[in-house]
């Protein structure tokens, strides 16, 4: 693992460095793209995300990309680090690892149609 981050990663943590995968986003982009990936199952506060965003970038796994003004109030924009891309990338293929388990151990009692 990279830097120093407690893994496996909880979920909220998991989709807020999926979310950011894809594209610099300020807070309420990752909220809405939290919940969007999550399919609702994960509502994050800005509270919450916010705490969460300081831990990341402390542990070089999210940067500031950039900063603008909008309505007289700050927008900061987040982006994956280098750490982030390999972090995400190792508790990707762990999960996959136990998918991959999981559905051998339960193909026989449910049928070749689990995929």
Known sequence: MVPDVETPLREPTFLILTALAGEPLHGY????????????RVALRPGTLYGALDRLVDAGLVSVA??????????????????????????TERMRRNVEAATARL????GPGLA
């Open 29 to 40: 982009g990752l909220i809405a793209e939290v919940d969007r990936l999550s399919g609702g």
């Open 66 to 91: 950039r900063e603008e003004v909008v309505d007289s109030r700050l927008r900061r924009y987040y982006r994956l680090s280098d750490d982030g891309t390999a972090v995400l990338a190792e508790e």
């Open 107 to 110: 193909r026989p009692l449910l």
